[in-house]
């Protein structure tokens, strides 16, 4: 069965600092991955999704920016944090064959809070 | 726009009870639902999933019924068990197979014992 590693489970970054989330995958192949982020007490946000390895698609224009440099690792990055970046980052992947966005299954996330 | 709404942020139910979730979308071409539970600091969990050319869905202790003229989504769960407490979400997919899920802002479900 498929697994989603991310790291860390929280973070604490200054404004203006870097960000560099991952996340790696194991138990499948050609995943298509996500990248959500949660605000407290609300629903998701689709950050980024890819199909493949050097595809990816932002959903929201924003201070964040996504790679997969490899088919089972996806990395979120920012090269300078803002205050509304803080938030519930999620890894996700199509838990269905041969279909997108059924079944996604989620890692268990990083918090980040930025001050 | 599409949105994906729950008609109410909070519910408490007595324990053993059955515990009724609804959630409302606005596009008539969603093809595809879903629900999700969320613990405290936790990824979203899946639940249970129907098809637009489904009305009902039955899972363990739990149904989903899709109501595609009034657009209304709703979870249902049998014997609410104080493990049940969580935040709710429901998720609709705009278009066949390409389409991005959209979340609703949850329910958040308490469960007194």
């Known amino acids: 069965s498929q697994t989603i590693h991310q790291w860390p489970a929280t973070l604490v970054q200054p404004v203006g600092s870097p960000l560099s989330l991952e996340c790696t995958v194991e138990g499948t192949s050609n995943p298509n991955l996500y990248w959500y982020r949660q605000a407290a007490g609300r629903g998701l946000q689709l950050l980024f999704y890819s199909v493949g390895i050097g595809q990816i698609s932002s959903e929201v224009p924003q201070n964040l920016s996504a790679s997969r440099p490899q088919d089972r690792q996806f990395i979120l990055s920012s090269k300078k944090l803002l205050l509304s970046d803080s938030g519930f980052y999620l890894c996700?992947?199509?838990?269905?064959?041969?279909?997108?966005?059924?079944?996604?299954?989620f890692g268990s996330g990083t918090q980040l809070s930025v001050l | 726009g599409e949105s994906v709404g729950l008609h109410l942020p909070t519910l408490s139910v007595q324990e053993g009870d059955n515990s009724i979730i609804n959630c409302a979308y606005s596009?008539?071409?969603?093809?595809?639902f879903i629900w999700y539970k969320q613990e405290s600091g936790k990824g979203p969990q899946f639940i249970i999933d129907?098809?637009?050319?489904?009305d009902k869905r039955q899972g363990q202790r739990v149904t989903v019924l899709l109501n595609k003229t009034v657009k209304h989504l709703s979870l249902q769960i049998a014997a609410t068990q104080p493990g049940d407490s969580a935040v709710y979400f429901c998720a609709e997919r705009g278009s066949s197979n390409t389409g991005k899920l959209i979340f609703g802002q949850g329910t958040t479900l308490q469960v007194k014992p």
């Open positions: 129907i098809r637009s050319n489904m």
């Open positions: 996700a992947l199509d838990r269905a064959h041969f279909a997108t966005n059924e079944k996604l299954f």
């Open positions: 596009n008539s071409a969603s093809d595809y």
